[in-house]
């Protein structure tokens, strides 16, 4: 698996590239996903994912986490066209340090395992998961529930 990780020079103390790397490895495995994929994670400040979400989802206002799939893909289906690299270009995942720490803060929880439940959120987003439906939500929750469980078993 090919997994990149950016992070914003403000936050590069809070958060290590080896830990994201591992957790979306873990995501990434939980969900069956072919090790010939790749998959970015950018963590950056409220104003440049504010100007994501106005730009890409007509939202104006800061948001957690964006997801951008590559591929229209249905989760477990194959891609109709392959990369020429061969590789599953699965997206990128972006989070908000800022509004993770709030949410930490409120949820009275460590940042780092609300960066962990964005990054679960985020990644079954770019699998083909959501949240628009009362269906697609139960399941969508169910999953980030077990994955979270068992990354947190795993001690990462």
């Given amino acids: 698996m090919e997994i990149n990780v950016l992070i914003d020079e403000a936050y590069k103390?809070?958060?290590?590239p080896a830990w994201l790397k591992g957790a979306i490895r873990q995501i990434l495995e939980e969900e069956q996903v072919s090790a010939n994929s790749e998959v970015g994670l950018v963590i950056i400040g409220d104003e440049k994912i504010h100007e994501l979400n106005k730009q890409y989802l007509?939202?104006?206002?800061?948001?957690?986490?964006?997801?951008?799939?590559?591929?229209?893909?249905?989760r477990n289906q194959p891609v109709f066209v392959s990369a020429p690299d061969g590789k599953m270009h699965l997206g990128e995942v972006i989070i908000s340090y800022p509004q993770a720490s709030q949410q930490a803060e409120e949820h009275s929880h460590p940042v780092k395992r609300e960066v962990l439940l964005l990054l679960i959120h985020g990644v079954l987003h770019l699998l083909g998961y959501d949240h628009d439906i009362p269906e697609r939500e139960s399941l969508m929750c169910s999953r980030e529930a077990a994955i979270l469980r068992i990354i947190e078993e795993h001690g990462l």
Avoid: G, Y
């Fill in 58 to 74: 007509e939202e104006d206002r800061p948001t957690d986490v964006l997801s951008f799939p590559m591929s229209e893909q249905i």
């Fill in 13 to 16: 103390k809070q958060l290590k």
